[in-house]
């Protein structure tokens, strides 16, 4: 299939320069064709070279320092969080919490909720509703608070073309229902998911709303404030960041109201031996010392997905999925496991290649010097849900090119001679 002339693709030749990993060859120097997005993303020049100079001419303990490089590390560790809060358009930077991924702003919620006097308050006889597609990091902080308090776990099932089955929305989100947690773009199907119909219908029943985006806010505009939810959650791996670093939005009164998870140095007021009272938020929720150089690389990645332009980017990865369906589509056997089209999905695709085992076709495939993930990808439900034992995923970013799609066909038409 020609793919001249793909509209929306970002100069990826250039791109691809701030990227140096992407120069590596492989096995009998093939060289690297990077498809595993959606586990990690890889990190530019400009992000390497601030984390370079953080450690080199920055590094200390952040707040409560008064000497020269706490002052700076305080400085840049604060200014990573108004450039997030800018990034995510949050109404006041006291909302953005850092954590250290996406699993623990999950769990920190949970918790929260676990501890909290009422309204908030999760226990037997309330309930907790999820989705069928989650990432065990929104299933099993979930699990954990219903066997400790008796609440009651409901889910929303799946279709079977991979999209969240809304049928039975009332009778799923109920009075009784406190807390409402989903995915805005899964990370195995790659479906988007209809974020308002879930908001609207949560607060018709006065339930809080907390949005897993860490498969959303490498790849699109992310406005917390038009999503609408109470919290929304996201890592920064993902997006050209480090690892070790996360992000928690929470309105602002909710985190005035809800008590912390952890306890330690920073996040207090005051302690005594009977008593402490606790820092305002968002100091309140970070105990100890936080993860400071990685905040900074954030900070790093936010300006530079910014002087690109998530809208470009959304774009881009738009015309590479729309490629990549249509070229996987011409592959004897293989099967996408969910939306078979490019629209509502995101820039990951799972599939099945007819009855041979995901890890044989991860095995070889890397042979050839491509990197794609294998396996159920934290999400065993929906393989149990389609009767699979696991996946084969390829996932793209802003610098993911037509090429690359074309080298991953060529592939797996490898693969299947391979295995004849």
């Keep these: 299939m020609a793919r001249q002339g793909l509209p929306g693709l970002l100069d990826t030749e250039a791109l691809r320069k701030d990227f140096p990993i992407l120069e590596r060859s492989l096995h009998d120097g093939k060289k690297l064709v990077y498809l595993d997005n959606a586990a990690t993303s890889q990190t530019p020049r400009q992000v390497i070279d601030v984390l370079s100079e953080y450690y080199e001419q920055h590094n200390a303990n952040v707040h409560r320092g008064v000497h020269v490089l706490a002052e700076e590390a305080t400085a840049l560790y604060e200014g990573a969080r108004d450039k997030v809060a800018a990034f ?19 769990n920190l919620v949970a918790n929260m909720l676990g501890w909290a006097d009422e309204p ?18 929104n299933i099993v902080p979930w699990q954990l608070l219903s066997q400790r308090t008796g609440a009651k776990l409901k889910w929303f099932g799946l279709t079977d073309d991979g999209r969240l ?17 989903f995915v805005l773009v899964s990370n195995i199907l790659g479906t988007v998911n209809p974020v308002e119909a879930i908001v609207r219908r949560a607060q018709e029943v006065g339930a809080l709303v907390l949005i897993d985006a860490s498969q959303a806010a490498p790849h699109m505009p992310l406005d917390v404030q038009a999503l609408q939810a109470d919290f929304v959650a996201f890592t920064g791996h993902k997006m050209c960041g480090p690892t070790g670093i996360g992000v928690l939005w929470g309105r602002q009164e909710l985190l005035e109201d809800l008590p912390p998870f952890l306890g330690g140095g920073e996040m207090i007021e ?5 008593s402490s009272t606790y820092a305002p938020a968002p100091h309140k929720f970070e105990a100890g010392t936080p993860p400071v150089a990685q905040a900074v690389g954030l900070g790093a990645a936010v300006d530079y997905l910014s002087s690109i332009g998530m809208d470009k980017i959304a774009q881009h990865e738009h015309a590479i999925t729309e490629y990549a369906v249509k070229r996987l589509l011409e592959v004897p056997d293989l099967r996408i496991i969910g939306p078979s089209t490019a629209e509502e999905r995101g820039a990951a695709i799972s599939f099945t290649l007819g009855d041979i085992h995901p890890h044989d076709v991860g095995q070889v495939l890397d042979e050839q010097g491509i990197a794609v993930r294998v396996g159920h990808h934290c999400a065993r439900p929906v393989c149990l849900r389609y009767g699979i034992p696991a996946t084969t995923r390829a996932s793209f970013y802003l610098y993911s090119t037509p090429g690359e799609i074309d080298t991953l066909v060529e592939g797996l038409e490898h693969v299947r001679n391979f295995f004849g």
Excluded: C, G, Q, W
């Design 88 to 106: 995510i358009n949050a109404p006041s930077r006291d909302e953005v919490i850092f954590t250290k991924n996406a699993s623990e702003s999950l």
């Design 120 to 137: 908030y308050r999760v226990d037997h006889e309330t309930e907790i509703v999820i989705t069928e597609m989650e990432h065990h990091s």
């Design 165 to 181: 089955d809304l049928s039975n929305i009332d009778e799923v989100i109920t009075e009784k229902t406190k807390i409402v947690s």
């Design 270 to 274: 005051t302690v005594s031996m009977h």
